[in-house]
């Protein structure tokens, strides 16, 4: 069985949370000032991002970094 990387649990959980703010990636990109494709590869587990960047997307989702790793174990 193959083991989920952190940035597939971390992709899931921002695609989770876009969802509920009933937001597309090209929105939800636009509105945290980040590329479309870029984001679009942090959701799909494809990037390791910086601080900086998961820092915006926190802002976006309007929730802190604690809730948003919470989950993620």
Same mark, same amino acid.
């Given at each position: 069985?193959?083991?989920?990387?952190?940035? #597939?649990?971390?992709?899931?959980? *921002?695609?989770?949370?876009?969802?509920?703010?009933?937001?597309?990636?090209?929105?939800? +990109? %636009?509105?945290?000032?980040?590329?479309?494709?870029?984001?679009?590869?942090? #959701?799909?587990?494809?990037?390791? *991002?910086?601080?900086?960047?998961?820092?915006?997307?926190?802002?976006?989702?309007?929730? +802190? %970094?604690?809730?948003?790793?919470?989950?993620?174990?």
């Amino acid at each position: 069985m193959k083991k989920v990387s952190i940035t #597939e649990l971390f992709g899931s959980r *921002i695609k989770e949370l876009r969802l509920q703010t009933g937001l597309s990636q090209e929105k939800f +990109s %636009l509105q945290i000032g980040m590329d479309r494709t870029y984001y679009a590869s942090v #959701e799909a587990g494809k990037r390791n *991002i910086s601080i900086c960047n998961i820092k915006k997307i926190a802002d976006g989702l309007q929730i +802190s %970094l604690s809730d948003l790793f919470e989950p993620i174990r």
